[in-house]
């Protein structure tokens, strides 16, 4: 039974020392070192077969990461993993602590598309960590090649052209779409960070400055459009993310999809990911075209229904592990008092314990959060070099073919 694990780690701005990311942002070489050095360590801990990067600035000092991790790797099995010449070298606990270098892994890196390279004004780009390499060169996708154009629906009353729209041409931030052979599977592999909670404000021409960042000024009003825009862009990006991954599930193709949603497993834009939860009997449901209060769906139409929307749902690797489980607490961001996850894994019902057809199942739920401070006590500083987010990761056990 072919076993593998795949995680997400948001890093937190990855890029080489004395380059300013953000404006006065940088870091020293003392930093980047630091940096590195606590990266690949939670590199090694985790022993990931697949996994996802976030806030990636340049691929160069990922490399660099990888192979620390890879050098540490063999240096601790040399230490704790006996040779062939031992007669308990078989011994299931060293296959546990064993952890394999990623010397054959295949690295696909996606650079920003809004990045211009000038210091202060850099955009962090993905990467995507394989050992079991790519079927075909990864897709990036931020760039649409048809601007998505959402019209509101009119309110009774109004004209339809009084409604509005909202028009999305580039993501934030790319996506990066993968697929990866499995244990002779095949399955789509996306990572994604989408739109943070930061608000966006508008400059005016020839201003220094949004009126909104003014915070001896402070605008409420103005500030609250801020975090609408943000919301906006968030979730249609998210919507994006979905139309690619209905377009995979729709071939048959297995998905998993993980990163940096900033936002709960429960928000619009995670269930627009997801997709919805189906109706628990759509035979008590009045009918879209009902003539009468007694036309209701039948039950053939009800399972129809039921089957077409659970073929494409996601389900969150989080909740699948703490259903089978006593843990209740699971969280990869911490601040201001709130504990949450931001960062998921979700997989497609190929995956779920209680589908007929799944080709797997995951058996564990990893979270590595112990980095993480909540910046509003003073007896636990911020911590710039290490990440500000937890990483997750799924163990998941294949059947065989």
Known sequence: MPRFTIASF????????????????KYTPEEYAWKKDWMADQLLTMNADIVGFQEIFEEDPLIEVIEEASERAEVLNAATVPDKSKRYHRKVIFDRIRVDPYGDAELAFAPNAADPGTPGKRRPGLALLSRFGFTEPPEVIQDLPEPLKIPFQPLRGMAAQEAGHYTLRRLSRP????????????????????????GEY?????????????????????RAMGSLRSALRRMAEAWVLRREIVTELNAGTPVMVLGDFNDG??????????????????????????????????????????????????HSAEKLFVRKSLRDMVYTAAFGGVFESIDQIFLSRHFHPDYEGKIGEMTYFSVFNDHLTDGSHPEAPYNKLASDHGQVMAHMDLYAG
């Open 175 to 198: 996506i990066l779409k993968a697929r990866i052979p499995i244990g002779g599977q095949t399955v789509t592999v996306f990572n994604c960070h989408l739109k943070s909670k930061l």
């Open 202 to 222: 508008i400059k005016p021409d020839g201003a220094a400055y949004a009126p909104e960042e003014d915070l001896t000024k402070y605008d409420p009003v103005g």
């Open 265 to 314: 497993e429960h928000a619009v834009s995670s269930e627009i990911i997801t997709g919805e939860a189906p109706f628990r009997n759509y035979a008590w449901m009045l009918r879209h075209d009902a003539q009468s209060p007694t036309d209701r769906y039948s039950e053939e139409e009800n399972r129809q229904i039921t089957e077409d929307v659970e073929r494409v749902r996601l």
């Open 10 to 25: 948001n890093v937190k701005n990855l890029i080489g020392a004395d380059k300013e990311y953000y404006e006065f942002q």
